[in-house]
């Protein structure tokens, strides 16, 4: 298999980063990130969610983010809607894009959203027509890919079974996330191969948390497989805030040293990556997660 020449890279720093932090971050520190985010080169950030604010408190001010950042052109920015009221307030704070969220463990999906995995797909069906009726794309996620917090293993064909109906229902692309990051490089190639016999390969992405180091391992088994787009969180912010013990995702920077070592073009400056990385985590007062970012500001 080549490799692919591009790979279109979606930061979920401002989101999936920042939903799983403790104290509280104001609109303008979040605004910040992403306005730098998008000078660093990004072509696509999802920047909030459209959920409980019970749920989630951390994703509450996500219209006014909406509403402070610079957009520009040819950059995508996205928000998460659990069902149709998020995706009507995400509307409202003219959302260009939005992905919803389902788990291929039953055990997951009610922790996370409050429903069985049936009932969650059945939820997505009017937002899908209602996003359909606005010209909006929709996205779709499915949690638990390689291993569930509750459940333990999950079998690819549960996966493939989850990510088939978003792909019928609508969702443009399905991205596979390994929520708790205990994926290794040979389960994920047998996990894409069985999935890919329900949605093609260039519809997939892949989701890695680095709990267990294995994020790059993941991320090159599945260039190996024919995905060219990959989620990844600026200094590697955030968790999962259903998954304890989960740590962020792989760190954006650490994905980009990879890419740029293979060739790969992705439209991302490393300087401005880190840069945007390195001031967020003074805001919240931590440790830079990627590894890139460390070395790279230590001389
Ligand atoms: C789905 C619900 C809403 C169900 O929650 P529920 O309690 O079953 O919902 P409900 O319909 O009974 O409503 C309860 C209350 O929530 C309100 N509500 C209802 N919907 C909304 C909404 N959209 N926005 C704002 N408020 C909403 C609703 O109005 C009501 O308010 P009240 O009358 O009590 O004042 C809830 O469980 C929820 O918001 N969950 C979100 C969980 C979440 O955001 N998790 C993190 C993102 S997923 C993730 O990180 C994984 C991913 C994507 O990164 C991939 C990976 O790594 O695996």
Redesign the pocket.
Known sequence: MNLPHSVRLVE?GP??GL?NEKQPISVADKVRLVDDLSTAGLRYIEVG????????PQ?AGSAEVFSDIQRRPGITYAA????L???E?ALEAKVEEV?V?A?ASEAFSQK????SIADSLQRFVPLLEAAKAAKVRVRG?????LGCPYDGDVAPQQVAAVARELHAMGCYEV?L???IGTGTAGKTRVLLDVVSRDVPRERLAG?F?DTYGQALANIYASLLEGISVF?SSVAGLGG????KG?TG?VASEDVLYLLQGLGIDTGVDMDGLIAAGQRICQVLGKANGSRVARARLSH
Not at 49 to 56: D, E, L, Q, T, Y
Not at 141 to 145: D, I, L, W
Not at 240 to 243: I, K, L, N, V
């Open positions: 979920v989101r999936d939903q969610s459209f959920v409980s604010p019970k749920w989630v994703m998460l809607t659990p069902n009221k998020g995706f307030a992905a969220f788990a996370n959203i409050n429903c996620y499915v949690s638990c890919v991205s996330g390994d929520t989701h948390h989620d999962c805030p259903y998954a989960a995702n």
